[in-house]
């Protein structure tokens, strides 16, 4: 079962002159992959992640996620769909610093059609279970501002994970994380992974990179696997 | 194709969704992050909405208040002032002593009483029997009037000592007197056993009875009253100058307008009508006196106060455009977004119509606990003012809502959170 697949994507900026971020990209990733993509800034990492996160629209060729073609739809349906499907891990954590850290994971099914057993009541006890998952049971009820900066990463990779998202996105997630904290992080994504988790991760940093299981780099906006 | 057809529609059938207690939870927390700013936010509309609460509820009490002064006393007292007869003229007077019996038919008529009095009668040298000093006989200077029977009930007077002149003493034209409590009080004549007498224009009469308590034409408290008939025999005091009617309340408009064709039928043209004004019409005309400036006031300051929400809550979003982003990286609509924000901007209008209705009415009770008036306040008010402050923060909130809508995802998330 392929839960991405990228066919001729093109994304062509309208400037002057015209910026090809992303040049006949095929891409395909199958369920419990785990997949880096490594590059240097500029070289149209974002762009993609953004096309795969249903962020951006591409210029030309097909998206397919979890088996639904994304080309022609709208953006509510966009919209349903990447809040179904994609679970995001931001390099900046975008953790509500007002609400506690059961609140920020529990905010990821505020904006989904509740699944049959993930009612609104069992929302809370679900969160806990998702702390639990990413080692930070003890962490309940604290706010993120009391919380080190790999905690707070593992707080946003819970809330990604409430949702049972077909995939994982996660966007330079180690980039504002002290070495320590990096290791950490890295090892709850092997655990992920050995639980069957879909893991789509962009990176400039070749360590992190060299942990997944595929990798591909992308170099001016073209995809090239690489081997080990 | 095929395989691919189904699956897009499914996707096709995907809506952003949020359980409306989502919605309102997310607005709450927005609201309650800034709790300082919050308050102040509210602080314009607190403003207004008070304002518009004093201005209406105290204005409501006031006319309550000045309505309340027309008690039952004024509100039932019709009073028909009969122009004197033109001289020389043979049509005789144009309201006769048995007039008041044709009043005293109409629906609505409790009781009514003729007077008659004239200038020529108004200063009378009174004096009574009881001459002490030889050379002392100036008396007491009083009004003499003609009055018919029944002028005790009329006036709504008790008679306090002896009795009250009746139809026998009319008919017989008696030569006695009623006096009013402060003309017996002048004339020193406390109690009428003895039969005294009071003397003026070369006659005398005996006094029968004081007449004290008067509510109506309290004039005649310092009066002497004589039965028709002997002030028309002996003073030349015959056409009646006035009818007093006491009606029951509410009948006053409508006996106001018959009194007088019952009274001189065909001439009732003639006769002037005192009647009780009409006390709606006096209570929406305190109000629209009180009203008009501080109301347009209150307005204003409601303006100000969504200019105030709308521009924090501009500030608030371009403050949270990374929490923006991340909301609609985890599956917001623009819709939904800009529903929160609204809500949020509605919370605080909200917030500041409680407070303002609730200090607008703190001062209206005040203010009439002060002046030992009757709070009135109306339930519309009290719970259209919360409503019209959340009116205000809905209308406040369109523009940030719209701009929060707008931004693209991607760039939203850019921002830090």
């Known amino acids: 079962m392929t839960v991405i697949e990228l066919t001729g994507v093109e994304r062509t900026f309208d400037s002057q002159p015209p910026v090809r971020a992303l040049r006949e990209v095929n891409l395909t990733v199958r369920r419990g992959e785990h997949l880096s993509i490594v590059g240097p800034s500029g070289s149209g990492k974002s762009t993609l992640l953004n096309t795969l996160g249903l962020l951006d629209r591409s210029t030309a060729g097909s998206y397919r996620l979890d088996g639904v073609e994304t080309t022609g739809l709208g953006d509510r349906e966009r919209t349903a769909l990447r809040g179904s499907r994609i679970g995001f891990v931001f390099q900046a954590f975008h953790l509500l610093p007002y609400r506690t850290v059961d609140e920020n994971v529990m905010l990821a099914e505020a904006y989904r059609r509740p699944r049959p057993g993930r009612g609104r009541g069992s929302r809370l006890a679900r969160a806990r279970e998702a702390l639990e998952r990413v080692g930070l049971g003890h962490r309940s009820g604290f706010r993120p501002d009391r919380l080190s900066g790999g905690e707070r990463q593992r707080v946003a990779i819970a809330r990604a994970l409430i949702s049972d998202p077909a995939l994982l996105l996660c966007d330079e997630p180690t980039g504002n994380l002290d070495s320590e904290n990096t290791l950490s992080v890295l090892e709850l994504f092997d655990d992920l992974c050995a639980q069957g988790m879909t893991l789509v991760l962009i990176t400039h940093d070749e360590a992190v990179s060299r942990r997944a299981g595929l990798r591909v780099r992308i170099t001016d906006g073209s995809l090239a696997l690489e081997t080990s | ?182 003309a017996a009080q002048l004339l020193g004549i406390h109690r009428v056993e003895d039969a005294p007498a009071v003397f003026f224009r070369g006659q005398s009469y005996t006094v029968i009875g004081i007449l004290g308590g008067i509510q109506r034409e309290q004039r005649l408290s310092t009066a002497v009253m004589l039965p028709p008939t002997t002030a028309a025999d002996r003073l030349g005091l015959r056409d009646v100058t006035r009818v007093l009617v006491n009606t029951v309340l509410g009948a006053a408009k409508q006996v106001a307008r018959q009194a007088p064709i019952a009274l001189a039928p065909g001439h009732e043209d003639a006769l002037t009508v005192l009647a009780p004004v009409d006390l709606s019409k006096a209570r929406s005309g305190v109000q629209n006196d009180v009203n008009g400036l501080f109301l347009v006031l209150g307005l204003v300051s409601l303006v100000v106060g969504a200019i105030g929400i709308a521009n924090v809550t501009l500030v608030t979003v371009m403050e949270r455009v990374g929490e923006i982003g991340l909301r609609r990286a985890l599956g917001a609509s623009r819709r939904q977004v800009a529903g929160q924000f609204l809500l949020e901007s509605t919370t605080i209008g909200l917030l500041g119509g409680i407070v303002g209705a609730a200090l607008g009415i703190a001062v209206v009770v005040c203010v009439a606990a002060v002046k030992e008036w009757t709070p009135v306040l109306d339930l519309r008010l009290a719970l259209g003012a919360p409503l019209a402050g959340a009116l205000v923060g809905l209308v406040a909130g369109l523009y940030p809502s719209l701009r929060a809508a707008r931004m693209e995802p991607v760039d939203a998330l850019r921002a830090p959170s």
């Open chain 2, 1 to 182: 194709m095929k395989r691919a057809a189904k699956p897009v529609r499914e996707a096709r059938g995907e809506r952003p969704w949020m359980d409306p207690r989502d919605l309102w939870t997310e607005a709450l927390a927005g609201v309650l992050a800034r709790p300082v700013r919050s308050a102040l936010t509210t602080l314009g509309t607190v403003l207004g909405i008070t304002t518009l609460v004093i201005t209406i509820g105290v204005a409501t009490t006031a006319g309550n208040q000045i309505v309340g002064r027309f008690d039952a006393l004024t509100a039932t007292s019709v009073t028909v002032t009969v122009p004197a007869a033109p001289p020389g003229g043979d049509t005789g007077p144009l309201v006769g002593w048995s007039g008041t019996d044709a009043v005293r038919r109409l629906a609505g008529v409790e009781s009514a009483a003729a007077l008659a009095d004239s200038a020529a009668t108004d200063a009378v040298q009174v004096r009574s029997n009881d001459v002490k000093a030889p050379g002392d006989t100036s008396g007491q200077s009083l009004a003499v009037v003609a009055a018919s029977a029944d002028l005790a009930t009329a006036v709504r007077g008790t008679v306090t000592a002896g009795r009250f002149y009746d139809a026998g003493d009319v008919a017989r034209h008696s030569q006695v007197a009623v006096l009013g409590d402060q």
